[in-house]
């Protein structure tokens, strides 16, 4: 017959994850006058800046478009 392997699934097995909801419950309830988006730290920030960029830019090509298709072309 052959050997089965068993896993055990207890909790146990998960010790080598820590509860660091504390320390987040900290950063993001800290009166720092800090938006909640920009809270993380700098990978906040420039997540923030690029999604905002993008927004932007996305806007302003969408606007052109809409520029562009409005007026008649010659064939």
Not at 15 to 34: G, M, T
Request: overall charge positive; charged content about 15%; aromatic content about 10%.
């Amino acid at each position: 017959m052959p050997q089965v392997l068993i896993r055990s699934f207890g909790s146990t097995s998960r010790n080598h994850f820590e509860n660091r909801v504390a320390e987040k419950q900290k950063i993001f309830q800290a009166n720092n006058d800090l938006p909640v988006h920009l809270k993380g730290g700098g990978i906040d920030n420039l997540l923030y800046r690029l999604t905002m960029a993008l927004t932007l830019g996305g806007t302003v090509y969408s606007l052109y478009c809409l520029g562009w298709a409005s007026f008649p072309h010659k064939k």
